[in-house]
Structure formats: C-alpha cells, structure tokens
C-alpha cells in the first residue's frame, strides 16, 4: 500500500479535482483504490457521489466519517466506514469527510486526539489497497497535518500564481513538523513528488514561454520538483465534476471522473500523462 497526500495551504488550486480523477485513473488500470477526504467542505466525498440525500434529516454520513476514524481508537477501523465512489467504474472506496468535521477541531485537539491513528488504522489495512489518495483542506490545520503523517508522498497542485508560491514556504515548513512527528514514531520522512502545474492557462504564448520560467523558479526559490505533466484550466475537468442527471422532476448531482466524462479530452489526455509519471515515481507495479 502506498498513500499519496495531496496538499497545498492555498485554496482552490484544484487539489480536489487532482485527487479525485488520479483515484479514478488507478482505479481504471485495477488497483484497489481508497480515497480519504480530510477537508469538512467534502468536496471530494460529493465528487465521488456520496451526498445522496437532499435532506438533512436523511443524512448518513454525519455518524460515520474520518472524524470518527481519527476519534475512535478501538472501533471506526476503515472497513467500518468505507463507502464506495460512483465516480468511475470500477468505483473505488471512500472514506467521506463531512461539513462538521471543522467543528470537531477543537475538541479534538482538547482530548490530545493522537495524530498517527489515522496512520495507524490505515497500517491495519495495508493488505487491502494498493493506493491511498488523501485530499486535504486548503489550512495549515489538524486535518491537514494528521494527512501529511498517514501519507508516504506528498503531490503539491499549484496554478504557479503569486500567493501559490508564497505559499510554497508554509508548505515547506509543514512539512518539517510532519516530519518531526514522524520521526517520533519511527516513519521515515514524507516524500515530496513534487508540485503539479494545476489548472494552467492553455494560451500559446503564455505556455511556450512564460510557464517554463514560472515552473524553474519553483525549484530554485522554492526548493520543490516539479512534475513533467501539466493540468491545464479546460472547461471538460470542472463539468464533469459539476455534471447532473434529471431523475423525474429533481435535477440530481452525478459527478463523473474525467475519464468517463469526457474520454478523448485533453485533460483525460492529460491525466493519464500524470498518473504515469506518478507510478514512475512511487515504483508502482503493474496491478494484479
Ligand atoms: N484544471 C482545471 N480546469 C478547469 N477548472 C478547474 C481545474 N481544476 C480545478 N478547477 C475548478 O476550480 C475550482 C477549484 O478546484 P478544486 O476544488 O479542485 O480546488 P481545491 O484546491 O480542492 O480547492 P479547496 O482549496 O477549496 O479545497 C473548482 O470549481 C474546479 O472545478
Ligand atoms: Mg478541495
């Protein structure tokens, strides 16, 4: 099993759409596929179809989320909270995230909740997956740090602007207490993959010449690698995700991974690219 964070403090750089079509591509080429959603927007949980409910009162992810994982020591192991994705076929599990999940913040932090037993009950379960994606809240929070220690690499979105760089120095450091951490419960450092360009400008001009000089300056201001494969802003990526279906007179949410949206796109073009280079890196076998 090897999990993969997928984490930037800046909002909205498309970590989300990363982590959920990336778990889509693995799952298509067959590994067995586990997404955790760390962030209390859930948006990957929506992405991957689980808020079915148009109905508070018929909500049935509150009582058994990550929060509960990351609670819980002797009970809420993974298998007891894994939904599965309709997001692609062949769907793969998912442990959901909830709004409430930044309410318990606090609370978790005033019980000393352990920060490894997301890690931990994930250990457990090593036989189940070969694959880990974990989407993260756009914070330097709790959530974030128990998904940089749970994690064995780290794949950083970034649409290479201004904040996003700047930003790259919190990521740094972050990363240097997860590693402190780690090192207290003998795991070795988090590898850095490296930043994906992540919703990128398609102009001619602008690609050709000015993206190379933005993605240099990355690694030597900032000290990250930067993958080859680049995600560039298409319409087809954000539609697929927004997509709905009419079921009687109720327009129904029905998010699709790239790969069924829009097979022969660009971005699904672009996405395969990525998951290669990402199985390259992290010496993924082929899949059984
Ligand atoms: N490559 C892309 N092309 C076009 N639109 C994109 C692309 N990537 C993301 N988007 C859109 O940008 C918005 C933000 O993307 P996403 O939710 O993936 O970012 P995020 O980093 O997860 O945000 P947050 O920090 O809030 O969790 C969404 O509306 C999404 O559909
Ligand atoms: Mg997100």
């Known amino acids: ?28 080429k067959g590994y067995r596929v586990l997404l955790i959603d760390l962030d209390s927007q859930a948006n990957s949980t929506y992405a991957a179809g689980l808020i079915r409910f148009q109905d508070e009162a018929d909500d049935d992810i509150k009582e058994n989320y990550v929060y509960q994982v990351i609670r819980e020591r002797n009970s809420y192991f993974i298998q007891d909270v894994v939904r599965q994705s309709q997001f692609t076929d062949p769907p ?41 994606v974990i989407d993260t809240p756009p914070s330097l929070n709790l ?8 994690a064995d690499y780290l794949l950083i979105p970034s649409d290479l602007k201004p904040f996003a760089n700047e930003g790259l120095r919190n990521v740094r450091e972050f990363v240097e207490n997860a590693n402190d951490l780690r090192e207290q419960i003998k795991k070795k450092p988090l590898e850095v993959l490296g930043v994906v360009p992540s919703k990128i400008n398609t102009a001619y001009k602008f690609v ?23 995600i560039f802003e298409r319409r087809d990526l954000s539609a697929a995700i927004e997509r709905m279906v009419e079921v009687g007179e109720l327009d129904i949410p029905d998010p699709q991974s790239i790969f069924d949206y829009k097979p022969n ?4 073009e672009e996405f395969e690219a990525l998951t290669q280079e990402i199985m390259q890196l992290i010496e993924l076998e082929e899949a059984a």
Request: proline residues 3%.
């Open 208 to 230: 050709e010449r000015i993206l190379p000089k933005m993605e240099m300056a990355v690694t030597e201001r900032y000290g990250f690698p930067v993958l080859q494969s680049r």
């Open 1 to 28: 099993m090897k999990a993969i964070a997928v984490y930037h403090n800046k909002g909205g750089v498309g970590k989300t759409t990363l982590t959920v079509n990336l778990a889509a591509a693995f799952s298509r």
């Open 143 to 150: 959530f974030a740090q128990i998904a940089l220690i749970a």
């Open 92 to 132: 793969f599990d998912v442990i959901p995230s909830h709004i409430d999940l930044m309410q318990h913040e606090f609370e978790l932090k005033e019980i000393g909740v352990s920060y490894t037993r997301l890690a931990n009950k994930l250990q457990k379960d090593a036989d189940a997956y070969d694959l880990v």
């Open 265 to 268: 796109s660009q971005s699904a």
